[in-house]
Each structure stands twice: as C-alpha cells, then as structure tokens.
C-alpha cells in the first residue's frame, strides 16, 4: 500500500502507588520516526565501532540484540514524557504522531545513558570505557 509505513510498538504495564490496579500503555513509533532517531544518534557507526572488540561470529547475535534494546529504550522515553504530562488510570494506547518531537529532544539528551544500558545490557563492559 502506498504511504503505509510500518508501526513498531511496545506495551508497558504502568502502575502508580495510588492506583488499585495497573493499566497497560502501547507507545507506538512509524519505522520513518526510528530511523529519524536511529540516524540522529549515529547507532550504527556507534555500535559497529564498539562491536570491533566481539568475536565476528557473535556481532550480528549483538547488532539485531542493540537494535531491539534501542527501540524498547526509545519507547520507554516516551513513555516517561506521556506519564510526565499527566496519565490515567485507563488502558491506552499513544499513538506515533504523538509526543515524538519531544520523546526526540528526551533522547538525544539521554544517549549517553541509553548507550550505556545498551553496554550493560549486552554485557560489552570494556565498551564502557572511554565512553
């Protein structure tokens, strides 16, 4: 179909102290806004220099982990923005058009941490260093 773009969404179970229950919130993202993200924190030149250090055999394993970890970390921010702006205790989902110039501006202030958690999470510690 002309003009479709393919939506990538996570799901987050939210629950705040005052609440009985949880609610479930979707984030979503056009693939075109995680490339916009992806392009504008420079991942792959990033990760590709910080998997010169792996085994060839394990980087693509490491790459496709990074990639996933970055959209997750990606949803988790914009998450934080629309928690941040007032949420309820209702299920809902946040649609792409939705808060991504701001979850953009969380993210590009935020790369180093999410780069980190990356490191952390793919157990590359010595990536850590100098970083």
């Not at 055999?57 to 928690?83: M, S």
């Not at 953009?104 to 260093?129: A, F, N």
């Amino acid at each position: 179909m002309e003009g479709a773009s393919e939506i990538v969404h996570c799901v987050f179970n939210v629950k705040k102290r005052s609440w009985k229950g949880g609610v479930q919130v979707g984030i979503q993202f056009e693939q075109a806004q995680l490339d916009v993200l992806h392009e504008s924190l420079d991942f792959a030149s990033w990760i590709e220099e910080i998997l010169q250090a792996s085994p060839v055999e394990d980087r693509q394993a490491y790459r496709r982990h990074a990639e996933d970890l970055l959209i997750q970390l990606i949803c988790f921010y914009k998450l934080q923005e629309y928690i941040h702006q007032g949420i309820q205790q209702e299920n809902i989902q946040v649609d792409a058009r939705q808060l991504f110039r701001e979850t953009q501006d969380l993210v590009c202030r935020e790369i180093e941490e999410i780069k980190r958690q990356i490191l952390v999470e793919l157990d590359i510690v010595d990536g850590l260093e100098g970083q």
